[in-house]
């Protein structure tokens, strides 16, 4: 499986922005997909998931109701809306996978890992 990320930018406070995965390698709709992010000198943190069943999805505190993550089974792509960006969600976004078929919010549960893109939110 191999994951590419891209979307990621500056942009200001308050603006949003759109980011993209796309998935190949695989069998996409046997995967739970994920968005992790990674400020500097933190630990990597849980975004949102989306199973690929049933395409039900959960969120990290931080960005509930602000994240919105989709998937598109037809085209392997899986999607992060970002509304309403603050400073505190600059960091390097991370797409990753699995083959499973629930949700998964951890980190180590992910065996496939895309590079990061970078996002940075501007006050």
């Known amino acids: 499986v191999q994951l590419q990320a891209s979307g990621g930018g500056l942009v200001q406070d308050g603006a949003s922005l759109r980011l993209s995965c796309a998935f190949s390698?695989?069998?996409?709709?046997?995967?739970?997909m994920a968005w992790f992010h990674q400020a500097p000198g933190k630990e990597r943190e849980f975004v949102g998931a989306?199973?690929?069943?049933?395409?039900?999805?959960n969120y990290g505190d931080s960005v509930e109701g602000r994240f919105t993550i989709s998937r598109d089974n037809a085209r392997t792509m899986v999607y992060l809306q970002m509304n309403s960006l603050q400073p505190e969600d600059t960091a390097v976004y991370y797409c990753?996978?699995?083959?499973?078929?629930?949700?998964?919010?951890?980190?180590?549960?992910?065996?496939?890992w895309g590079p990061g893109t970078l996002v940075t939110v501007s006050s």
């Open positions: 989306i199973r690929g069943g049933d395409g039900s999805t």
């Open positions: 990753a996978a699995r083959y499973y078929s629930g949700i998964l919010l951890q980190p180590r549960d992910y065996n496939y």
């Open positions: 390698g695989g069998t996409f709709s046997g995967h739970v």
